[in-house]
C-alpha cells in the first residue's frame, strides 16, 4: 500500500491516512472510513468484527465484501476469525516475500476452504513466523508485482460484485513464468477454526433443503425419417469374409478381449494374380479404352 498510494509530501501520516488522501483525491464521491489500528489485539478485533457486521452502505447492515490486502499471517487469520464467525464472504490476496508471485482468493464460508483449512507449512508444523523474517529483507518491495495482483484483485472484485463472467476462486500469479494458476479448494471438515466447521455444517443443510431440479431427458431429433428415396447403409463385407480376413485369437484371460486380429501371412486364401508378359504402360492403355 504504501508503494502504491504513498507520496513524498505524506511524510508522518499512517499508511490508512495516506491512502485516504490519495483516493479521495482520485474520486472525492467515494466515502472513505480510515481506523488506524492493530486487528490482532482483543479490543480492536471487537471493533472490527462491529464494523464488518454493521459498517455497510445501508446504515446498521453488513458490508457487501471485504478485501484482505494485509501484509502478515497473524492479520489474516484475525480476518479469517471474523468473517467465519459473521459469514462474511471476503477476498484475499498477498504477495510473496520475493516480491515476483502472489495471489488472490475468494473465501465464502462453509462452501470454499478458508484461510486455516489449509494453513502454510510454518503454522502446520508450528513455528513461529516471526522467526523466518530474514534481516535487511524488505518483503514485497516490486511495485509492478503489487500492481498485478491489486489489478486481478479488483477485477475479481467487479465480476463477483456485478455479476458478470466467471468469478475465480484461487487466481495466482508467478512473474518468473508469466505463469496464472487457478484452482477451487473445498473446505476441510477438520478446520481449526470451529467457526468454520460450524459454517460448513450450515452450507450443507441449506444444499439438502434446495429442491432438487428434475433432468428431463432430450429426444434426438430424427433427420429424414421419411427416407423417400429408400436409401440404406449396408455393409460390402460378408461375414465369411471378414472371418476370413482375421487372424487367430491368442488365448487371453477372463475379462481380456482384442479390439482386432491381424491375419497370418502365410495363410493361402486361394486368389493370385494371372502372371502377363504385358508391361505396365500396355495396361494403362487398356485401362484408358475401357
Keep these: 500500500m504504501n508503494r502504491l498510494f504513498f507520496q513524498p509530501h505524506q511524510a508522518g501520516l499512517s499508511k490508512v491516512e495516506a491512502a485516504e488522501h490519495t483516493l479521495r483525491n482520485i474520486n472525492p464521491d467515494v466515502r472513505f472510513e480510515t481506523h488506524n489500528y492493530n486487528i490482532t489485539t482483543m479490543d480492536n478485533f471487537t471493533h472490527f468484527m462491529e464494523r464488518v457486521s454493521h459498517g455497510g452502505l445501508e446504515n446498521g447492515k453488513p458490508v457487501d465484501l471485504l478485501l484482505c490486502c494485509v501484509d502478515n499471517f497473524e492479520a489474516r487469520m484475525a480476518i479469517n476469525t ?23 482468493q475468494l473465501i465464502i464460508p462453509g462452501e470454499t476452504a478458508c484461510f486455516a483449512c489449509a494453513p502454510p507449512l510454518v503454522v502446520a508444523a508450528n513455528i513461529d513466523e ?13 511495485p509492478t508485482t503489487m500492481g498485478v495482483v491489486a489489478g486481478l484483485l479488483v477485477q475479481n472484485v467487479l465480476k463477483y460484485l456485478l455479476g458478470f463472467g466467471t468469478v475465480s476462486h484461487y487466481l ?9 494458476p487457478n484452482m477451487a479448494m473445498k473446505p476441510n471438515p477438520q478446520c481449526n477454526d470451529r467457526h468454520c466447521r460450524k459454517q460448513q ?6 444444499e439438502s433443503e434446495r ?11 430424427v433427420v429424414h425419417e421419411e427416407n ?6 449396408v455393409s460390402e463385407v460378408t461375414e465369411e469374409e471378414l472371418k476370413a480376413a482375421s487372424g487367430p485369437v491368442p488365448d487371453l484371460v477372463e475379462g481380456i478381449t482384442v479390439a482386432y486380429t491381424v491375419p497370418d501371412k502365410d495363410t493361402d486364401t486361394g486368389e493370385t494374380v494371372e502372371e502377363t508378359e504385358q508391361s505396365l504402360d500396355d495396361l494403362m492403355a487398356q485401362m484408358r479404352k475401357m
Excluded at 477476498?91 to 510473496?96: A, I, L, P, Y
Excluded at 530474514?134 to 516490486?142: Q, Y
Aim: charged share 30%; aromatic share 8%.
Design 201 to 206: 455444517d450450515e452450507y450443507k443443510r441449506k
Design 228 to 233: 423417400d428415396w429408400g436409401i440404406e447403409l
Design 82 to 104: 471474523a468473517c467465519n464467525e459473521l459469514s462474511q464472504i471476503w477476498m484475499e490476496s498477498g504477495v510473496s516475500e520475493n516480491a515476483v508471485s502472489g495471489h488472490i
Design 172 to 180: 495466482g500469479y508467478n512473474a518468473m513464468q508469466d505463469f496464472f
Design 211 to 221: 429442491p432438487k431440479q428434475e433432468v428431463v431427458p432430450v429426444e434426438e431429433e
Design 130 to 142: 516471526k522467526t523466518l523474517k530474514r534481516d535487511g529483507v524488505c518483503a514485497a518491495s516490486l
